[in-house]
């Protein structure tokens, strides 16, 4: 099967697109260039137009895939239904998993969801939720592969699959919503809105005293209104993204301007 169907991968809705189908409003993709240039202008110009904060926090819980509109009350759970289909049929029938383990990767999944963000000690987390090494490994690799979760590896190498990633995030934040028992970690939350919405078209990489590289020329620093710029001194191109902003300052910039990239 594998040589005779074409794999399309689809990104769900960015927060522009979001927007777009709650207010009607059409508003052009910027560049990260553009918003790493002239962030204040471009916020004013969308603030002049809709309240950005009522219109984030519903993304983050229920915006990321189109069939939002059809039934909102049951979003949540046809969210679920999703993640079920791909852990109960797709990786038992491609990857040849244990259908028996499924509980044990949603497991891994809810805690994924919990942390602040998830940095994966193999050995301890493979004695935690009773799988083999080697063979959790290969089930990150494929809820990867899934697009159910975004690894941020140390070094590029040719054998991802076998390579430990420095942090693992959920694909999207509607998914920690969905999996975490109980409240998704705000700090992890933010990280993940940027992975995502960043990395759809940027490359994204660890960085040893941040949170992210971008693109192997822009360092990123991931918090809160009151973020401060003590863990960027002296590293170049960096920036502050701070979330409950409407207007970011110098190198600061709001987190919700990032989801205008696509």
């Known amino acids: 099967m594998s040589r005779r169907v074409v794999i399309y991968h ?12 709650e207010t009607g409003i059409y508003f052009t993709p910027l560049t990260l260039e553009s918003i790493l240039k002239d962030h204040l202008h471009l916020a004013g110009l969308i603030n002049a137009k809709i309240k950005v904060f009522p219109h984030f926090e519903k993304y983050l819980k229920q915006g ?3 069939f939002y509109r059809e039934e909102l009350d049951l979003y949540e759970q046809r969210v679920e239904e999703v993640i079920n289909m791909m852990l109960e049929i797709e990786l038992p029938l491609l990857r040849g998993m244990d259908i028996g ?3 044990k990767i949603k497991q891994l999944l809810g805690i994924i969801s919990a942390s602040v963000p998830f940095v994966p000690n193999i050995v301890n987390l493979s004695q935690k939720i009773e ?4 063979t959790l490994m290969s089930y990150l690799f494929y809820l990867q592969e ?9 070094v590029a ?8 990633p420095a942090k693992i995030y959920l694909e999207n934040t509607n998914l920690m919503y969905v999996l975490s ?11 993940t809105f940027f992975a995502n919405q960043v990395g759809y078209k940027h490359k994204i990489s660890f960085h040893e005293k941040t949170d992210f590289l971008v693109d192997n020329t822009y360092v990123f620093e991931i918090g809160g209104k009151d973020k401060s710029k003590k863990q960027i001194t002296g590293i170049e191109n960096t920036f502050i993204v701070s979330d409950e902003i409407e207007y970011g300052y110098q190198n600061k910039i709001p987190i919700w ?3 205008f990239l696509y």
């Open 10 to 21: 689809m990104q769900g809705l960015s927060f522009r697109e979001y927007i777009m189908l």
């Open 64 to 66: 990321y895939y189109p």
């Open 101 to 103: 383990l499924v509980p």
């Open 131 to 134: 799988i083999h090494r080697t």
């Open 146 to 154: 899934l697009g159910l979760t975004y690894h941020l590896l140390k």
């Open 157 to 164: 190498s040719a054998s991802v699959r076998l390579q430990k």
């Open 181 to 191: 028992s109980f409240s998704a970690n705000r700090g992890n939350v933010r990280e």
């Open 257 to 259: 301007l990032f989801g």
